[in-house]
């Protein structure tokens, strides 16, 4: 039985304060502009969800009209997660997730502003280790030359 292990989104609020793009909208606000950018932010976060199960991580996308995606975790091949120095002062991180599951197939996944970004990247990487063991699933790399 599939069991959730964490729900996350983005966030809007740690993306304000916690990035040079979000200290520049700040200071956009002084013309107005600012708020809009905030507001359009903010939309798009509310409207993706991710989920993270012991067997897939799920991203939910739409606010009128829904779509779910998923991956399942033994088809993710590597994570990495990046933060500069501000984005450390409200623990944000950009989680990217490579697979050669369909859903990347055009490019890899990636998770900004995240909350806990280090703990979930840690999450995802021993879930991702568990469902391989679970399914008896081995990575293999050919490299052709």
Known sequence: ??????????????WLFGSLSGWGTVLLCLIGVGLFI?????????????????????????IIIKTTDEIELYRIKDTSIAYSIINQLTDIGTITIR?????TAHGDLVLRDIPN?????????????AARQLRRVREVDIDVE
Request: hydrophobic share 35%.
């Open 1 to 14: 039985m599939e069991k959730s292990v964490t729900r996350f989104r983005s966030s809007t609020f740690r």
């Open 99 to 103: 697979s050669s599951d369909a859903t």
């Open 117 to 129: 970004g280090r703990a979930i990247r840690e999450d995802i990487r021993r879930l991702t280790d």
């Open 38 to 62: 905030i507001g359009w932010r903010w939309l798009t976060n509310i409207a993706t969800q991710y989920e993270l199960t012991d067997q897939r991580l799920i991203i939910q996308h739409g």
